[in-house]
């Protein structure tokens, strides 16, 4: 059998207009299924042999997630640190918003949030010169499910192994369909 046979499983169908999925190779990339399209395993496969031929190299098929419609583009950024005996505890949550592309990148404003209300309560512009003007449009928004993403996050810090971690930022998403999603954890020592 060849190798991209035996990794490619199923079939992929785009849930609505206008999602897509992402193909990851090594360090290259492919937007497939823009629209209303049925991706078969038979159209993965082909795309595999005519263009990613290294079997040593691993593929990733990922659906392309989308923000919230409500909340539009944004990243939230979720702290923890590890404290004496090893305790960890959540030190902040922020919300990088009033995005002007499909990347959190181009945030305008950044909030704090308060985890019991999961609301905005603050601007955050202390953070940076390019956040100085503080912007009161986005208080008061709420991010459901931050709670438990902020639980899952010191979850996750715990099972760190390493003592030198002592803060992570866990950056995360609400979802289209209202779940939360973590894509990146940066490391403090």
């Known amino acids: ?77 979720v702290v923890t640190v590890r404290g004496e005996g090893g305790r960890v505890d959540v030190v902040s949550c922020l919300v990088w918003t009033d995005c002007s592309t499909s990347s959190s990148h181009s945030s305008s404003s950044v909030y704090a949030i308060d985890l019991e209300t999961e609301k905005t309560v603050s601007s955050a512009s202390w953070y940076c010169p390019a956040f100085k003007t503080p912007k009161t449009a986005g208080l008061g928004v709420k991010y459901s499910g931050v709670q438990d993403a902020a639980k899952l996050a010191v979850a996750a810090h715990k099972q760190v192994e390493w003592e030198w971690v002592k803060g992570v930022g866990w950056d995360a998403m609400v979802l289209d369909d209202g779940s939360v999603v973590f894509f990146e954890g940066n490391v403090t020592t």
Do not use: F, T
């Open 1 to 77: 059998k060849q190798w991209y046979q035996r990794r490619v499983r199923g079939h992929y169908k785009v849930q609505s207009r206008g999602e897509a999925y992402r193909l990851l190779y090594g360090n290259r990339g492919q937007l497939l299924g823009e629209g209303s399209r049925l991706l078969h395993r038979r159209d993965i496969e082909k795309l595999l042999r005519e263009n990613y031929k290294d079997p040593e190299v691993e593929v990733h098929l990922m659906r392309l997630l989308r923000p919230h419609p409500d909340l539009g583009v944004h990243s939230l950024d």
